[in-house]
């Protein structure tokens, strides 16, 4: 008797309500049908997968078009090991090369090649018509400054809350 009377004491904890969970629910619902449409538009009009993009994004803006792979992996959020193997990947088509790492023999440094420039450069515009014609035209002015908005609010609660560790 005592157990289902401790039950009973403990404070129930702060779940959200079906309310929130419904705008939680058509937030991902929405956010993954428009990802997965602008991914398959990026596939089908460059024959790049998004994660191909992400890294020749991060390699074009990096200075001397270079990053150390640990580097590469933290600023685009996924494990390391992940990234190398995508780097493999690309690097067999080309895309990227690896290099060591003059600092750090167990290091490596993932290098863009000129085939990735040509094959981000070719890319971005496609890409970016498809996010235009599957996100931006399909909310108002002031929906994108709401959107914006949000953005900001859930990169700043979780950088400061909740850091995501790769």
């Known amino acids: ?9 403990t404070p129930q904890r702060h779940l959200p309500t079906s309310r929130e969970l419904a705008v939680w629910r058509a937030y991902l619902e929405s956010f993954e049908a428009v990802r997965a449409r602008v991914d398959a538009r990026l596939h089908r009009d460059s024959d790049l997968s998004s994660g191909d ?7 074009s803006e990096a200075e001397s078009h270079e ?13 390391r090991s992940r990234l190398s193997a995508h ?6 088509r080309g895309l990227v090369r690896r ?8 290091g490596a440094i993932a290098v863009l090649t000129e085939a ?11 890409h970016l018509e498809a996010i235009r014609s599957l996100f931006v035209d399909a909310l108002t002015p002031d929906q994108l400054v709401v959107v914006g908005d949000i953005a900001t609010a859930l990169h700043d609660h979780l950088s400061t809350e909740h850091p995501v560790r790769p």
């Open 1 to 9: 008797m005592s157990t289902t009377r401790e039950a009973t004491m």
């Open 53 to 59: 993009y992400k890294i020749l994004l991060a390699l």
């Open 67 to 79: 990053l150390r792979s640990s580097e590469l992996a933290a600023h685009i959020l996924w494990e």
């Open 87 to 92: 780097l493999g990947r690309m690097e067999k």
């Open 99 to 106: 290099a060591p790492c003059p600092d750090d023999a167990r």
């Open 116 to 126: 990735g420039r040509r094959a981000f450069r070719d890319s971005t515009i496609p």
